[in-house]
C-alpha cells in the first residue's frame, strides 16, 4: 500500500524528489520499481551528451555538469511537464524524474545551441 502511494508521487514532479529519495534511502523501493535509471547526460563541450534517450515514465535524468569551469542550466517548458535546474554549478548533478508521456526537447539557459530530446513511454 506505502509504494504505490509513492509511485504515485514519482509522476508529480521534482517535488517529488525528495520523499522518493527518503523512501530509497529507508529501503522502501526497489530498482525495479524506479527503472534502471538515472540515465546519465553528460554536458561537456556545451553539449549533452547523448543528446536524445528514451525512457519510461517515471524515470529519472541525472544532467551532470562536467564540463570544467563552465555554468549549464538545462531546462524544459512544456504544457504537460516543466523543470529548471537553475544554473549549475561545475561538478554538481541535477536530477529530474520524467512524470509523463511525451516527447520534449531539455535546453540550456546559457548555450542555446545545446538541446536534448526526451521520449518518455509508460
Ligand atoms: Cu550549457
Known sequence: MQSLLLLRSLRVGKAAAAPVAAAILAGVLTGAALGAGPY????????????????RRGETVRFSNDDGELLHHAYLSSDAFSFDSGDQQPGSNFDVVFPVVGEFTVLCGIHPKMKLRVHVTR
Open 40 to 55: 546519465l547526460i553528460s554536458q561537456r563541450d556545451r553539449e549533452f551528451k547523448p543528446g536524445e534517450i528514451a525512457i
